[in-house]
C-alpha cells in the first residue's frame, strides 16, 4: 500500500501478537472471585506510566469512585484516552497523575486550558470516532482499522494516523493504529463477582473499551448473581474473561449520575467545573479526595444522606433501565 | 416579539431540517434545534447522538449535563455504541449533521480546536473534535451555525479541526472523503449563506431583517460569493419563541447564551 501522509503524534501501540501473548498468559479464564475494595483493585491493577482508559464521562456512568482511588495512591505518568471526557481529566491533571492526553473532546474548562497552554500535559488530536474506530481495531486484535473521517485536516496532520492508498478503490483512506490500553476502568450498573457486566443505556464503547484492554477495573452499582446473565443473555456486554477485578461501589459515578439509578449532582458539577486556579484545584482535591481514605467515607463525608436521597429521587425515569 | 441572536440561529436551523430525514446531533444548540424542529416542523425526524442514542423522544425542559442521561435519551429507537453511531453515519445513512465552529473559511474548514499560529503554545484551546470530525466528513449535508463575528470567518482557520470543500487546495474527494458530502449551509446570526456549486466558496444566500449585504460582509474575515436574489430570512415567529422559551428551554440555558 502506498502511503500518502503521515500524521505526527506518538501513539501508544502494542503489537496485536504480543497483545494476544498477554492474554493467553495474563487474562484469568478461571471462574474466579474478583470482588475487591478500589484500594486494592487500583493498586494491583493501575501502574504509574499506564496507558488509562474509561469508559462513558463524569456526567454519565463514568468511573468517579475509580478517578478518585487513582488520584488519592498518587499514581503518576498516566497517559488517558480522553475520547468523551469532562471533568475527570480535569482531576486527574490537577492531580498530577496525568502527563499525556489523546483527545477526542475534552472539556476544556479555564484549569485545563492553562495545563497544555504552559506544556504541563501534552495534547495528541484525534476525535471521538478515530479513537473510538482505534478501541474497536485493539478489541479485534487486528494492528489498525481503515476509515474515512480526519482526511484532509489539521486533525489528521497531529494524530498519530497514517493515509494510504486504499487497494481496494484507489482512494485515500486514513488507517487508525489500534489501541490497546495498559489499564480500563468502566462503571456498570450491574456486575457479578467474577466480572460478568451490563449496562443499560448508550454504551459508548464499553465492550470495546474491556476487551482491548490489557488490565479492567469494573466498578458495579450492585453485585448480581451470575444467573442474571444467564437468563438475558443478549444484555450481558462485559464477559467475565476480560476482567480483573470488580468493585463494588454504589453511587459510583458520582457527582455524575447513574441511569435508573441516581441523577447527576449539578451543584457539585458546577462547583468543580469553576475551578480556575491552582489553589482552587489543590483545596477541591483535599478537601473531596485526600481527606477521605475510601468511597465509603466520601460517601458518609462528603455527599451525605440528604444528597444522596436528593438525587435517588430525581432518577424516576426506569424505562430500559431494568 | 423581540428575540436574541441565538434564538433567531435555532430558529433558521429548525426550519431548514427537513422531515423523515435521520440528523446527527451535536452538545448544546444543536440539541435544542433538533427538539424544535421536531416539536414544530418535522415530527418524523430520528436524531442521531454520538455517544449511542438512535431516535430519542427527548423530554423537556432542556437541562444542563444529561445528554447520556435518561431525560435526552428517553424512549430511544436504539441504544447502541459511539462505534455503531458513527458507522451509522460513515455508510451513509444519516443526512444531516449539525455544528457549532469558533472559526470558519471561505470553503467552510472549521476550527473548534485551537486559537493561535503556534499549536503547541495555543492562545485559546478549545474542546477539540468530539464527534465534529466525523459529522463533518460524513453527514450528507452539514449546517454550520455560529455568531457572525469578523475574527470568525477567516482566510485560513487556524487549525482545520473538520473538513470544508477544498482543504489547503485539494477537494474532499482527493482527500478521499465521502463523494457529494459537505458544508450545506451556514447560519449566522446575521445572514444565511451556501456554497457555490462551481468555486465550492461560501454564497450569501440571505440576511437577517433589517440589514443590508454590507452589513453583513463588513464583519467578514473573506467576501462570499453573492447569490443572484438575495433574501431576506423570516424572524423567528411568537410560535417558535413560545415553544423554545416555554417548552424547550425555560431555564435559558442555551436561548440566553
Redesign the interface.
Known sequence: MEVLERGEAEYHFIDPDDFREYVRDSKNRNWEEKLMDESDAVKKFVDSGDYLAYD??S???GPQSLIREIIRQKKRKLWICA??TLLESVLLAGAGCVDRID??????GPYI?RK????EVK?Y??????I??R??AGAMGIPFIP?????????FR?SGAT?VR?PFTG????LMPALNPDVAIIHVQEADVYGNARVY????????TAMASKKVIISAERIVETVEFRKEPNMTIIPYYLVDAVVHAPFGAYPG?T??YY??D?EH?LMLSSIRDEDEMQKYLEEYIYSVDSHDEFLERKVGMKKIRELVKK?Q?L???R | MRYTDVEFMICQAARLLEDNRTVFVGWGMPQVVAMLAERLYTPNITQVFEFGAIGPRSRTPFLRGTMGGPQNTYRSLQWCSMGLAFSYAQAGYIDYGMLGAAQIDKYGNINSTMIGENYERPKVRFPGSGGGNEVASYCWKTVIVMNHEKRRFVERCDFITSPGHIIDGKTREECGLPRDTGPWRVITSKAMFDFDEETKIMRLIAVREGLSVEDVVNDMGFRPVMADDIQVLEPPTDDELRVLREEIDPFGLVIKK
Do not use: C, H
Open positions: 462513558f464521562s456526567l454519565t456512568r475520547k468523551f483527545v477526542g473532546f475534552l472539556g476544556f486550558a497544555v497552554q504552559n506544556g495534547v488530536d484525534w476525535s471521538n470516532g478515530s473510538t474506530y478501541l474497536i476509515a474515512r473521517d480526519l482526511l484532509g485536516t489539521d486533525t497531529k493515509v486504499d482512494k485515500p483512506v486514513a443505556g448508550p454504551t459508548v464503547a464499553t465492550l470495546e449520575g441511569q435508573g441523577e447527576m449539578s458539577y432518577a425515569i424505562e430500559g433501565y
